[in-house]
């Protein structure tokens, strides 16, 4: 594959050999046009700006709707949060914006991060440009789709359990998931705080080995990104790779398994050695993630009252009990409902000890265990996703639980706190695949080491249809 083209574009912003409005004004004309029918973004940004200078000069930047953007309507794919526009900017968006990166909008999501398919979206479902008539993957499925058609451009996206890997998997790009806390999450509109992650998607490595320094490092307004090393994109030589068991052999696509393989051993043909190993603890990674994300968004979205926060309530003469479930009821999606009161439940007097409290000790052995393998092992992979990219008429047949269920390849990294990249791995009846590596605490280097090293063997493909869009 071609080397990122954003370093080529921002060093034409700088010298002046690009007309920026004109550009900008053409950029925004056809997004709006194909947004249309992609509803990849729930808000577009008017004069999106930038600086001619600085490390991203006028590099295109989208953010997930959950992603605070002051003055900008930021709604978390909710229809709870309908008008609100926050009074200051998310810690990465003023990063990038004092980097010169230029705020193009905020992309379509499942209601805050509830989903697989970004089918739980208030403000339309984002649609993949690979065939329009499937998911982009959730819950960041905007941003995965917005940066499979635009050329010039980074998306922050948030991953819970897999949020970024699913949806780069199914649009084709690269999704970068950051060790927790590596990226201040000030100004992003939680899930579960103690597994939300603010990453990056792009086109290729260089263009994540060029914004992570941007907005990783600390920020005394998130205490969880205070305590950690520096980051270092110079990792050391990939030598060992650990395929475990558990992840391979539940993926049911014959076709994606294969490929997966042949992946292995073309990274195989160039020094490093792969081995299958067995992690048992992982298969309990589905349910310990759903009671433990789910007790945390219970406890985060209760602020969502009709009082201080989100829809206003306006019977106020009712019982505050009553007044509280008139806006509930009325302004969350069906699957914010679902998780809300399993949550509530798994946090109930006489259920926390049987469920909350062993799913975070289920959740301190898979950290132990990825520990011990990384002892060994430089890194572990596995496919990004069980299925190519499903059609909506597909989805509406799935049950809830089925869906978690898809989930099983993403969710151990998250819970664990460990970074994770997906690149694209190949194409099936021309619809993406993606491969999943994952790395050890604070060693994001090694996943920019492997993605060049994947990047030799891989030829990317874009949504050629849109490849004019700027």
Known sequence: ?????????????????????????????????????????????EKPGGK??????????????????????????????????????????????????????????????????STNCAFGTPRNPFDDSRSCGGSSGGAAGSTAILKHHVALGESTGGSISCPAAFCGVIGLTPTYGRVSRYGLIDYANSLDKIGIMARAIDDISL???????????DPTSMVQPPLSLDGKKIKRIAVPEELSREVSDERIISMFWKSIDRIGDEGIEVEKIKMPILEFSIPAYYILASAEA??????????????????????????????????FGVEAKRRIMLGTFARMVGYRDKYYMKA????????????????????????????????????????????YALDFLTVPPNLAGLPHISMPMGYIDDLPAGIHFIAPHWEEGRLITIGRVWEQEMEYRFPMSLEGLN
């Not at 990122?4 to 700088?14: C, D, K, N, P, Q």
């Open 1 to 45: 594959m071609k080397a990122s083209e954003l370093s080529e574009y921002i060093t034409a912003v700088r010298d002046g050999s690009i007309d920026l409005r004109g550009y900008q004004e053409r950029l925004m004309k056809k997004l709006h046009d194909q947004n249309s029918r992609l509803e990849l973004f729930s808000k577009l940004y």
């Open 52 to 117: 001619n200078a600085g490390t991203l000069a006028a590099l295109p930047f989208s953010v997930k709707d959950n992603i605070c953007v002051k003055d900008f309507l930021t709604r978390a794919g909710s229809k709870i949060l309908i008008g609100y526009r926050p009074p200051f900017n998310a810690t990465v968006v003023e990063r990038m914006r004092e980097a010169g990166a230029a705020f193009i909008g905020t992309t379509n999501m499942d209601e805050f991060g509830f989903g697989t398919f």
């Open 211 to 221: 914004v992570l320094p941007v907005i990783a490092g600390r920020d005394r307004k």
């Open 298 to 331: 219970s406890t985060n979205l209760a602020k969502f009252s009709g009082m201080r926060y989100g829809k206003e309530g306006s019977h106020f003469e009712n019982m505050y009990n009553t007044f509280f479930t008139e806006v509930r009821t009325e302004a």
């Open 360 to 403: 975070l000790m289920v959740r301190r052995k898979i950290v132990e265990e990825f520990e011990r393998v990384f002892r060994d092992f430089d890194l572990v992979a596995s496919p990004t996703m069980p299925l190519l990219p499903p059609e909506f008429e597909k989805i509406e047949e799935m049950s809830p639980a089925s869906i």
